[in-house]
């Protein structure tokens, strides 16, 4: 999926938060997180665009899913894992991660 998906290889940190695409792990406070591959692409490519809210659509290209209403999905089963606070709604506009949130 990465070959043909707008993120690259490598680590992505947000405070507490590590997200590692190349062994495919993430790293929450010290203790690994239980996440699928699909949702540490996520995880990664929120955090790459920290500043900047994303809309579903926007999301789906970079992750090259085929369809956008996945990132729902990607995003529900994210926010139940790690926290509804970490993954932050904008109403209408789309999805910011919250950095404020991975402060260690």
Known sequence: MLETSGIARGMYELGALVVDLDSYSARLDGHDLEISGSQLELLAVLIANKHRVMDRD???KMLGLQHARTVDV???SLRHRIGREFVRN???RGWIIDATAFAS
């Open 74 to 76: 990607l995003l529900s």
């Open 90 to 92: 904008v109403r209408s």
């Open 58 to 60: 926007e999301l789906a």
